[in-house]
């Protein structure tokens, strides 16, 4: 059976290897001219997401190319003395198996998992996909595939093509993110250094196996903002605004984001529909269900998802009119949490008035005081669902040799 995958960055490398191996045959179709080598920003893998690129057999390339930062200095709108906060007590807290990668790294050992069994086609789009499988490309070229997976994230085309317009499913919750690729001027290895203040964080970090930086801020709004996803200038405008005149660094990063050879700033917006599934045509990761960005654990998410996907495939014999259902099923309960999740954590990562941010960082100094597992245990006990990723639990698809004609 031939499934075409649309996007090659997190999600559809990983269905396309279990697919590949249940015995279909994938083509992943990929509108960047090549896979993004620019480093991207860091995401994070939990347990489960974790357990599964073990079983894809890249576990050591994924820890190969972590991170590796262990320290985060914070310095607050106002003065004061900075803070330190070991991450590792953190982390451990929230998940027992855990990674922080570049976004871009991982999807490249994803592809190199994948390349030489599944037909990747870069710089090219969905067109138009009909009822009974029929595909057109921006190219000029035709396809028929049984199934089509929509796995381009947030601003998904092929969710728009076959669901409608995006504004239709996006539920925004307050707050911005922005990335850009800057020089590391402050020496970073395995330490990050940021500022906050009432409704605004920017922050500065690197890898151990990277020579230049990240520049990231969060910020709240009242109101949406006004620009397009795809207008860089327009969004370089708009953090200018928000972050112009504010002290540490941020003059300083601000001057290198008109050089940087990457960007992105986008939303912290949640997708909320009532099913993935149109015919032949599903989605998986944040084309489906974006938790939102930087608060949601989307890429472990993501992960998750295109392994159930391509196990419930597998497991009903290429039928899509049982499986996609079936993956929808054993997949809500976790998207419902990360939603949940992401909202709180989306209000309570950015602090929202004085008071927040005296307790972000009398909160970050008690983390440094406590052994581990009473950060653990307080964590537990005070933050509802914040190890929800540790907490999902894997079904173990058998492989399958083949699959069954088309439906």
Not at 3 to 15: N, R, Y
Not at 149 to 158: E, I, Q
Not at 342 to 368: E, Q, Y
Request: glycine content about 10%; overall charge neutral; some cysteine.
């Amino acid at each position: 059976m031939k499934v075409l995958v649309s996007g090659a960055s997190v999600a559809g490398p990983v269905l396309a290897y279990w697919l590949r191996r249940y015995g279909f045959e994938v083509t992943v179709v990929e509108r960047a001219p090549a896979l993004r080598k620019a480093g991207g920003h860091a995401v994070d893998l939990f347990r489960p997401a974790m357990d599964i690129v073990e079983r894809m057999g890249v576990l050591e390339p994924v820890l190969a190319a972590k991170t590796g930062t262990q320290w985060l200095t914070l310095h607050t709108d106002g003065g004061g003395r900075p803070v330190e906060l070991e991450l590792r007590r953190v982390m451990a807290a929230v998940s027992d198996r855990h990674v922080e990668i570049m976004r871009d790294d991982l999807s490249e050992i994803l592809y190199e998992a994948t390349r030489h069994d599944v037909d990747y086609v870069f710089g090219d789009s969905i067109a138009s996909v009909s009822d009974d499988g029929e595909v057109a490309f921006d190219s000029g070229r035709t396809g028929a595939y049984d199934f089509v997976v929509g796995a381009d994230g947030l601003h998904s085309n092929v969710r728009r093509l076959v669901f409608g317009p995006e504004s239709r499913f996006t539920t925004w919750i307050g707050a911005y993110l922005a990335v850009a690729t800057v020089p590391d001027f402050l020496g970073l290895d395995d330490r990050m250094e940021g500022m906050a203040g009432v409704g605004w964080m920017a922050a500065l970090y690197s890898a151990v196996h990277m020579d230049d930086a990240r520049a990231g801020f969060l910020f709240r709004t009242p109101e949406p903002l006004d620009y397009h996803h795809r207008d860089v200038a327009r969004q370089k405008e708009l953090l200018r605004e928000r972050f112009g005149g504010l002290g540490w660094q941020v003059p300083r990063i601000l001057e290198e984001i008109d050089r940087a050879p990457a960007f992105y700033m986008d939303s912290i917006t949640q997708l909320r529909l009532d099913t993935w599934s149109r015919g032949r045509v599903t989605l998986v990761g944040d084309a489906g269900y974006c938790p939102g960005p930087a608060v949601g654990g989307s890429t472990s998410l993501a992960v998750v998802g295109a392994y159930v996907l391509a196990g419930e495939l597998a497991a009903h014999g290429g039928d899509h009119t049982r499986a996609f259902p079936a993956y929808e099923a054993e997949l809500g309960e976790y998207v419902r949490r990360s939603r949940a999740f992401a909202v709180r954590a989306a209000r309570g990562i950015v602090p929202g008035s004085r008071f927040d941010l005296w307790a972000l960082t009398r909160g970050a100094r008690l983390v440094n005081r406590l052994p581990v597992a009473l950060t653990r245990a307080a964590v537990k006990a005070g933050s509802k669902g914040v190890r929800l990723h540790d907490s999902i639990r894997l079904k173990d698809y058998a492989a399958r040799q083949g699959t069954t004609s088309r439906p």
